[in-house]
């Protein structure tokens, strides 16, 4: 987490390669302030993410990229991304 701004985006999202576009904007979305240790539900993220797609194959698309997200974060133990079986994701953090 960045100490000096309380935001959790700007330090994690930064730190996702240029080229993943898409694990940056779910990284945001994850991030958002307003969804920090929120239970967000996997159908909420599967709509935003990937409207109208097939829901089994955007969800396996979606356990891809936050497995991703919980590799960039691996470093600090503050942070973590967990599931909520048949609910959805909660970004916890230690304030």
């Known amino acids: ?14 730190s996702i390669p240029d ?4 694990h940056i904007n779910i990284g945001r979305y994850v991030f958002d ?13 599967l709509q935003h993410f990937w409207p109208g797609d097939d829901p089994v194959f955007s969800s396996r698309s979606l356990d891809v990229f936050i497995s991703k997200l ?7 133990q503050s942070v973590k991304i967990v599931n909520e079986r048949g609910k959805g994701l909660r970004l916890l953090t230690d304030n």
Not at 19 to 22: A, L
Not at 33 to 45: L, S
Not at 70 to 76: A, M, V
Request: cysteine-free; proline content about 5%; aromatic content about 6%.
């Open 33 to 45: 302030p307003e969804n920090e240790n929120r239970m967000i539900p996997r159908m909420e993220i």
């Open 70 to 76: 919980r590799k960039y974060l691996s470093e600090d």
């Open 19 to 22: 080229n993943n576009t898409r």
């Open 1 to 14: 987490m960045n100490t000096k701004t309380g935001n959790l985006s700007g330090a994690y999202v930064e």
